[in-house]
């Protein structure tokens, strides 16, 4: 994600201090080292609940992000990362259709297990700096998570990262 869109977009590369994060929890959204792990290692019953896979259309702070000259579709996963039956992250997943073929044959397959398990012994995959957005009612990602967890549409700002770019897949959890 080029710097000058990811301004334009909000994304920055700090989460804000004034983010609903509070200290303590920040280091599940900054930390090194697999998120999906943390999760494992924290609770005892962890699960994924895929939402969707297909290819669809990319929200217009993805597409550039991912390369593209135009909104071509891409092949997008969306998941909740669930803990103790209690949803944790809401993870959406894009990657350019032919990335996906050629690169990460595997991201068809996944059903209900988790992309990290995979990313993180892949030597393919590179994670960029972290960036970090504050996702408004109005976001279209806002929406789609309001969709799967209403309760959330009172929330006046939820915190979204997006870790990879280039060939890997770009993802906000």
């Known amino acids: 994600m080029s710097a000058q869109y990811a301004r ?4 920055t590369c700090h989460l804000p201090f004034d983010t609903a994060i ?28 895929r939402l969707f896979q297909a290819s669809a259309r ?25 803990c103790d039956e209690q949803p ?8 350019r259709e032919r990335h996906a073929r050629r690169d990460w044959p595997f991201l068809r397959g996944l059903g209900e297990r988790p992309l990290g398990g995979r990313l993180f012994v892949d030597p ?6 972290f960036q970090f957005a504050r ?4 976001h279209p990602l806002r929406q789609a998570l309001q969709r799967v967890l209403p309760a959330m549409a009172p929330v006046p700002m939820l915190p ?8 890997a897949p770009a993802s906000c959890s």
């Open 58 to 82: 990319p929200y217009l702070d993805e597409w550039q992000a991912l390369g593209q000259c135009g909104r071509e579709p891409a092949l997008t996963r969306e998941v909740l990362l669930i």
């Open 8 to 11: 334009r977009c909000g994304w």
């Open 124 to 129: 393919a995959v590179r994670r960029d700096p």
């Open 22 to 49: 509070p200290p303590n929890l920040r280091h599940w959204v900054t930390g090194e080292g697999s998120l999906t792990a943390r999760l494992v290692a924290a609770s005892e019953c962890f699960r994924v609940r």
């Open 135 to 138: 996702l408004l009612p109005h």
């Open 88 to 95: 944790a992250i809401y993870a959406h997943t894009v990657v």
């Open 160 to 167: 979204a990262r997006a870790p990879y770019s280039g060939a």
